[in-house]
């Protein structure tokens, strides 16, 4: 078996199966998001500012957990979102924390941890948005077949 009968059988399975890869690093980042979330509570200021804080990442922990599920099933449109959320992640990382939040501890924690949230929602993001690129022609071949 060559290496394009081999890449054939691999695209073709993924009709067959979950995108397992991709469904466990999106659920990771909404651990990860968890996790900050309970982080940057302890170390802001108890204002308005905190409950506008808290209502975003509890909207934002109910999206990933979205985004997981829509990924696993190939879903192109949750895809993207991913990768619109990890990059959401980096800018909060690096402009919305240290400008806005302001923090007064644990600041380098709370920007690591918004960097591996970013990084693998584009990671899962892109994985999945490859693997849809390369079912396209099968599904037009089968969408062919089926009329």
Same mark, same amino acid.
């Given at each position: 078996?060559?290496s394009?009968e ?8 993924t ?6 890869k991709a469904?466990?690093?999106?659920l990771?980042?909404t651990?990860?998001?968890l996790w900050y979330?309970?982080?940057i509570?302890d170390? !802001?200021? &108890? ?5 506008i804080?808290?209502f975003l +990442?509890i909207? @934002? ?9 829509k990924?696993?099933i190939?879903?192109k449109?949750w895809?993207i979102?991913?990768?619109v ?5 980096l800018i909060?990382a690096?402009i919305? !924390?240290? &400008? ?8 380098s924690? +709370?920007i690591? @941890?918004?960097v591996i949230l ?6 899962a993001?892109?994985m999945t ?5 390369q ?10 077949v089926?009329?």
């Open positions: 078996m060559n394009a081999f890449n054939e059988k691999s695209i073709l399975t009709f067959f199966q979950d995108n397992a469904y466990t690093i999106t990771c980042s651990l990860v998001e979330t309970l982080s509570l170390v !802001i200021e &108890v204002n308005f500012l905190m409950g804080i808290t +990442n909207t @934002l922990l109910f999206t990933l957990f979205t985004a997981a599920v990924i696993k190939y879903s449109k895809a979102n991913a990768i959320i990890g990059v959401y992640a909060r690096f919305i !924390i240290p &400008v806005v939040v302001k923090p007064y501890a644990e600041l924690f +709370n690591i @941890l918004n970013g990084i693998l929602l584009i990671i993001g892109l948005i490859k693997v849809i690129k079912r396209k022609p099968y599904l037009s071949k089968m969408e062919n089926n009329e």
